[in-house]
């Protein structure tokens, strides 16, 4: 099957210009202008943008946490993506105690298989650093599992010591991994949460007020520290402040390998939509929380000067009504996570680009081309250019909307975008050839989606 996308603008990281885009099969066959060529399948792109398939790359699918489920699982959170133009994931395995990273990995490709509509990939989430684990980081290597994500946060569910992280890090600068780091000072933020609560201090708001930039700030710096003594790059997951993005900017202009991205919640919500009157705060729990806004140009300063290198979604979707609600009366008992795999795109897009906060071509970088070589994707993602996998958003930046959980395809009971208004929506969506999205209707089939196995991180 020959498709050909004629008269867009064609976007990279590196390029803008007019072109048509000849796919063949399951991959970009060439790109230039007026192509002479033969296709089965002509897709009008005028006055559109045609643009990598974005990469998510930090979404938690049917993830188990406090005590119940993120409700989104590979079938109906890939479907959200691709309704986004996001078209590929790489979602973190989790290792129970007392079990293997090998088992925690083929449980998760259990979850996805047969389910997924985009590629993805799988970050592993290690519990418990001992002989076993270590040895099985070499294996997940091997099998293309090539980034780990370390918690200084959450004690007694997934925190690790300093010696453990340390382990876990000397170990990859052996293996070629990449160590991600969920970086907020667990032990000092649990006792701020025990007292708050025998304070009466129940409301969500108070999520954000035991959980101070300056814990997520003090984590960062220990965790780039304990990587440059280890010798091996570290990747800040979901960084929110600037007393975060300061420690990074520090080491970075000391030549340490710190990586950081971030996330739409942090660049567009606030520690305000925590205070919202009758729980509604809690539609807005996710660690690190929600900050005051004055953090947010000092994010997008980052995200213009490489800083911060990504922006993901932590897509860890919880429905208010029925799993929000755990926490009423005790907040450090709402489900962490909200929602957002279906609109990292646009509103990125809206926020950033139509703003003139950042080029189109940095936009590019920041959701397609930066988490493929990040996480050993690239040149098969992240770009558009022959040989790579023809997963493309045809994007026509005119088109006015509004997000909202009564529109979006994600499977949670609130968007936490509600009422925003954004210009722009993936109007076609491919996936290796096959079209996903088009014309407003759904096309892609259950299971369509691929492992990908990964690369080791770029030395
Ligand atoms: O609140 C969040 N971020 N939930 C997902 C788990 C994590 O720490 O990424
Ligand atoms: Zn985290
Ligand atoms: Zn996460």
């Known amino acids: 099957m020959r ?30 202008r007026d192509l002479d060529v033969t296709a089965d399948k002509v897709i009008d792109a005028a006055n559109r943008y045609v643009m990598p398939g974005g990469i998510d790359a930090h979404t938690h699918l049917e993830m188990p946490f406090g005590g119940t489920f993120s409700a989104d699982d590979f079938g109906t959170g890939t479907a959200a993506a691709a309704w986004g133009g996001t078209t590929t994931v790489v979602d973190f395995a989790i290792q129970d105690f007392g079990e293997s990273l090998q088992a925690g990995y083929e449980r998760w490709l259990g979850k996805a298989a047969g389910k997924a509509y985009v590629d993805y990939g799988f970050h592993m989430i290690i519990r418990e650093v001992n002989e076993q684990t270590l040895s099985d980081m070499d294996a997940l290597v091997r099998q293309g599992v090539t980034s780990f994500k370390l918690f200084m946060a959450y004690p007694g569910v997934f925190m690790l010591d300093d010696a453990s992280i340390f382990r876990a890090m000397q170990r990859t600068s052996d293996n070629g991994g990449l160590i991600m780091m969920h970086a907020e000072n667990g032990g000092a933020i649990d006792v701020l949460v025990q007292r708050y609560l025998r304070d009466g201090r129940t409301d969500p708001i108070n999520h954000a007020l035991t959980r101070p930039a300056a814990m997520e700030g003090e984590a960062t710096h220990r965790a780039i520290a304990l990587a440059t003594l280890a010798g091996v790059a570290v990747y ?15 080491a970075r202009d000391k030549g340490a390998a710190a990586y950081a991205e971030t996330c739409p919640q942090y660049l567009f919500l606030s520690q305000e939509d925590l205070a919202r009157p009758d729980f509604e705060g809690a539609k807005y729990v996710c660690s690190p929380p929600l900050r005051p806004r004055d953090h947010q140009d000092e994010l997008w300063k980052g995200l213009v000067q490489d800083d911060l290198q990504i922006v993901s979604t932590d897509h860890c979707p919880f429905d208010y009504k029925d799993q929000k609600v755990l926490g009423r009366g005790d907040f450090s008992k709402i489900p962490n996570g909200l929602p957002g795999i279906e609109d990292r795109y646009t509103v990125l897009f809206d926020g950033g680009v139509n703003t003139r906060r950042i080029t189109l071509n940095r936009f590019v970088e920041l959701v397609a081309t930066a988490p493929a070589r990040m ?52 109007e076609v969506v491919l996936q290796r050839g096959e079209v996903l999205v ?14 990908l196995p990964r690369g080791a991180f770029p030395s």
């Open 3 to 32: 498709t050909l996308i004629r008269g867009g603008t064609v976007v990279t990281a590196g390029d803008t210009a007019a072109a048509d885009v000849l796919v063949d099969g399951e991959t970009v066959a060439a790109i230039g």
């Open 438 to 451: 088009e014309g407003g209707r759904f096309l892609g089939r259950p299971g369509q989606g691929r492992f």
């Open 236 to 250: 800040v997951v979901h960084l929110s402040s600037r007393d975060a993005l300061s420690a990074v900017v520090e």
């Open 375 to 426: 996480f050993g994707l690239y040149p098969r993602k992240g770009t558009i250019a022959p040989g790579s996998d023809a997963d493309i958003v045809v994007f026509n930046p005119t088109v006015q909307r509004v997000l909202s959980a009564s529109t979006h395809h994600m499977r949670v009971d609130y968007n936490c975008f509600e009422g925003m208004r954004v210009r722009g929506l993936p």
